[in-house]
């Protein structure tokens, strides 16, 4: 398909956009912001993140849900998307855009503008942008970020871990919006991120963007019924790359409070502590040990 | 190279942020806005917009360059800039980078993240935003649309054009970025947008845009030296891609007083006309013919 083609049947995908606003078309977008605003860049590429076998349509799905899942890393609400499309003649360039577009709509995040261009290998770099929604009383809110955990903070995970690419749930990720604006609504909520490496790689750079050091309890993690039953269940948990579960640093006086006020199906679980001194542990039949596994870097 | 090394190095570039902004290193990074925004998306990717052999410096260079232009292409100033780098281990991702951060940095754009991963092919997409500056007289800018074309209007480009692929200057592009913010303060002038596929394929799509058709002036654009003497001239300063100079539409009344003022070294030159009906012609020796070439597609 020539690109002009591809722009005019993405142009045509169903959207209104508030006045001032400028979509699809022009050399850049045009919003009205409305406060500090969060900004994430995020790529695919075919042979890493999917495979050429993968549906053109859900392809374009995990592009948008990838980089959603940083919005809500922060408690951001989306605001806006535009798409880098390299896109092989191979691929059909239309279904991916169509997959991407539902599921930016899914969450209200218009999609307003993008490249297209050629390549041998299929990438998508999606970037999306939000703000803070406002306070239930009116104030601004809060953008939180992974840097704010104190020495004693629990850690805390919002559903299970694990099994994500062998089960190809990995295509189907789910952006933790709600449950990001809601925890970084919480004032002893200290920092958020979303979990794409692992959390026994994400959870030390949060540590150690907080100044901290991590204790993990494996035999705490939820572990994701797409782990096979005759696994390493706690390894593959702490390991496995792609959840986009959110992790958060709580205050640990308020863990009770957060379980009882906790308005979403999937309960949350405690999953470690932030600590002191650097340095990343895990506590495995009541001894602490230094971190066994290295992280999961999909990325290289 | 692996990725946490590369964010390191790029995380170390020299730049100081404003207050209450995040760069590099958490999921998102937030700036604090002060208007309307405007926001691109560009990638360049090997074999397409840059060879195997360009120097990786170049590469990232172009891919900043390219990206900045779309802000020119509205009247915007430079805010911040996001960068997705899908690099195989045979290019230097450090020196990219590194070319990459030292275009932004010449124009005040401060990098402020980014995600990299691995690819068989080099592709590179950078996000960029701004604001217009404010006016001299304290009033809020004006962002420069491509749809707000007369009829009548006087079609003019920042400098010469032609031979920027067989020359090597595509891969040093000059946004023009101060002409776009002089020429999005005058309230005459009515259009603008950047010239990346060459003016026979980017003036019908401003006339598009404003609802107008267009004659072009062939005899009249300014022509690269880079455009070999014995070449068809007009042709190629009018079909090649890659100038990255701006197009305006000017209320042709204006047009001595545009001379006049102009502050910059090249003069603006005037190379068409918008027309009140539909459809894209040249006056050649005189006589008026519909547009003989078709644009230059070098995305497809």
Redesign the interface.
Known sequence: M???ELIRQVAAFPQTLPD?W?GI?????????G???????????E???FLSSDPPALVGRKAAAAALS??A??G?RPI?A?????CPARWDAAAVMTGLFQELSRHACPL??????????L?I?V?V?GEAPAQADGRPGR?L???GGKPGDLLIVTGPLGGSFASGRHLRPEPRLAEGAWLASIPWVHAL??LSDGLAADAPKMAA?SGCGVLLLPDEVPVHDDVPVMADTARQACCDGEDYELLAAVAPEHWPNLQLAWPFPVPPARVGWLLPEPGAFVEAGGRVIPLPWTGF?H??
Do not use: F, K
């Not at 969060?38 to 790529?43: R, V």
């Open positions: 020539r690109e002009n001032g400028l078309g022009d050399d850049c977008c045009i919003w009205r912001p406060g500090p605003t969060a900004l994430s860049t995020d790529a695919i590429v042979g890493r993140h940083d919005l890393a922060m951001a806006g535009v798409v880098a499309l390299c307003l503008g993008g490249d297209t261009t050629a390549a041998d290998q990438a770099t970037t942008w953008l970020r992974r840097s991120m979303d963007a870097e990325h290289s």
